[in-house]
């Protein structure tokens, strides 16, 4: 149901890890094989995964208010929900720290909804007109040709790999998020701070 659009899943530790795992094909070929009974029906199912989960059980972990009082045990069992398959697959990966009120109140406009909207849109004829298709669309062997990083950002991408731990799937993610980071700074070139703004989106991967 979600074909074309944004698939949003709230608290995702919630989510029973069955149903997360089901969506690592569709994640992965953008089709859903349903299966009932004697009969089978494959559906398309292109979509944009969104989730958002709290930090830790009570929510407050490395909030300013100090009310956390889960163990590390508790944090480690509800992130651990979150399979390193399925983690595997998300691609940008950021903690969002509460902001203090006065600091909320204080703080000036970042860019405007407009102004990004057309950064996005200009990006996104930038690459339909360099492949035809979304960067997101990119197969293993587009990736090789088209986000090859330069000499310095791939010796980065390569020692993040190890120290990561980071998996060959990751890796093609990794390139593919530096491509668009490229695509929206207007920079024909990867170059190593896209590189680096991409692995730096891999959070939960460093932690797990
Ligand atoms: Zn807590």
Do not use: W
């Amino acid at each position: 149901m979600a074909l074309h659009g944004v698939l949003f899943l709230d608290e995702l530790p919630e989510f029973e890890r069955k149903v997360l795992e089901v969506l690592r094909e569709p994640l992965e070929s953008g089709r859903i094989t349903i299966s009932r009974a004697a009969r089978r029906a494959d559906f398309p199912a292109q979509f944009q995964l969104i989730a958002a989960m709290n930090p830790c059980p009570c929510g407050y972990l490395g909030h300013y208010n100090g009310k956390c009082r889960c163990t590390p045990d508790q944090v480690s069992r509800y992130r651990g929900k979150i399979s390193g398959p399925f983690l595997d697959r998300i691609d940008i990966q950021i903690e969002v720290p509460a902001v203090a009120q006065d600091d909320l109140l204080n703080k000036n406009d970042g860019e405007t909804s407009a102004a990004l909207q057309a950064r996005v849109e200009i990006a996104r004829q930038h690459q339909l007109a360099r492949q035809k298709k979304a960067n997101a669309q990119l197969s293993v062997t587009e990736i090789d040709v088209l986000c090859a990083p330069d000499a310095q950002g791939a010796a980065l991408l390569q020692q993040a790999i190890s120290r990561l731990n980071l998996s060959a799937r990751a890796y093609h993610r990794v390139l593919k998020v530096a491509r668009t980071i490229a695509d929206l700074a207007g920079s024909e070139n990867i170059l190593t701070s896209h590189i680096a703004e991409a692995v730096q989106y891999r959070r939960m991967d460093r932690q797990g």
